[in-house]
């Protein structure tokens, strides 16, 4: 079952958003449906409508975490004989929702309270995603003094881009499907595919914007300059800068950090084909905010835009990740001079 998390605005409103996700798909029965809206109910009764997240929940009420510990059980129990999988999209948001709200507490007790439904229930999996790393919520709360390790018993994967065949007939079904003009669907379909890094959200960005632009035929030289015009056209159709404005929304008490991240970025995003370490730190130290920096901050620098999916290194090269990325960056802010 699939879960936004990111629309609950405390713990006990996840509870009661799970349970109502839980029934909707059939996995929770209608009296099941029926108790949670009543736990729920005399919760809100008994706290007089203050906010549930921070506020103590009454001894004679089961507290949010015991109760999504019965609902998990629950489910299994309606399940016996199948793995029960709950995949919990933008966790790592909602988690960072409630470290700054105030109430860093409920996110360790519900990292918490995951670790153990999945320790003691065999039959059940979760899937963590969501567009904020998770490691970035769990360094906030190394702040509170919170040393665990809540997800060890988890295995990261990054979901990768389509293969270019993949990517390429996703294209072309867009393009036939918007009655986009080409000269050749097959060609123009692999360019889109190859400007869109194979990656979903940029194929459909392009499509779109073939659509809404054509006034003759696409070729896939036209497709090739899609890109760079959307980086230098009004309104930020491709939201290119999503990626520069939630560096400080990610680090905002280190703007010393945030200000060498741009800065390696700008210089990546100049190399289609990245650089090696020594020539990325030289280049880097051009900028007179990054004159002095040593190789040691840089390289905590590249591990964190690696680990955020900014980046990669192959061959003792770091670059980005993405290529579609790279040119967005590049067109919005690396040709600018240092």
Same mark, same amino acid.
């Given at each position: 079952m699939f879960f936004d998390a990111e629309q609950a605005q405390d713990a006990c409103d996840f509870v009661l958003r799970l349970n109502r996700q839980l029934h909707a798909s059939g996995l929770v029965q209608d009296n099941w449906w029926k108790k949670t809206q009543e736990w729920f109910h005399r919760l809100v009764v008994a706290l007089g409508g203050k906010k549930l997240g921070p506020v103590e929940v009454p001894s004679n009420l089961l507290s949010w975490s015991a109760f999504l510990t019965q609902t998990c059980q629950h489910v299994i129990e309606q399940k016996p004989s199948q793995t029960v999988v709950l995949i919990f999209d933008e966790l790592p948001l909602f988690l960072d929702k409630l470290i700054t709200s105030g109430h860093p507490a409920d996110a360790v007790e519900f990292l918490d309270t995951l670790r153990f439904l999945r320790q003691n229930q065999p039959s059940l999996r979760m899937v963590f995603c969501g567009s904020l790393g998770l490691h970035i919520v769990l360094k906030k709360? @190394? !702040? !509170?003094? %919170?040393?665990?390790?809540?997800? $060890?018993?988890m295995n990261p994967f990054d979901v990768?881009?389509?293969? @270019?065949?993949?990517?390429?007939y996703l294209a072309g079904c867009l393009i036939t499907g918007e $009655?986009?003009?080409? *000269?050749?669907?097959?060609?123009?379909?692999?360019?889109?595919?190859?400007?869109?890094?194979?990656?979903?959200? %940029? +194929?459909? *960005?392009i499509v779109k914007w073939m659509k809404d632009y054509a006034d003759k035929a696409w070729t896939p030289r036209a497709v090739a300059t899609i890109v760079e015009q959307a980086a230098n056209g009004t309104g930020d159709p491709f939201e290119f800068s999503y990626y520069e404005g939630r560096l400080p929304q990610y680090y905002p008490e280190d703007a010393d950090l945030v200000d060498r991240a741009r800065i390696t970025l700008d210089v990546l995003s100049r190399e289609a084909d990245g650089l090696p370490f020594d020539d990325?730190? $030289?280049?880097?130290?051009? $900028?007179? *905010? !990054?004159?002095?920096?040593?190789? @040691?901050?840089?390289?905590e620098v590249l591990r964190i835009l690696r680990d955020d999916h900014y980046l990669v290194e192959c061959d003792r090269h770091w670059a980005f990740k993405l290529d579609? +990325?790279?040119?967005?960056? %590049?067109?919005?802010?690396?040709?600018?001079?240092l």
């Open positions: 709360l @190394e !702040t !509170t003094g %919170y040393t665990g390790r809540p997800v $060890n018993d990768p881009p389509l293969t @270019e065949q993949c990517a390429a $009655n986009v003009l080409c *000269k050749d669907v097959a060609t123009c379909a692999t360019a889109v595919a190859r400007a869109g890094s194979g990656c979903p959200f %940029y +194929i459909q *960005k990325l730190l $030289n280049r880097v130290r051009h $900028n007179p *905010k !990054t004159l002095t920096l040593d190789p @040691e901050a840089l390289l579609v +990325i790279r040119l967005g960056w %590049y067109h919005m802010r690396g040709r600018q001079a």
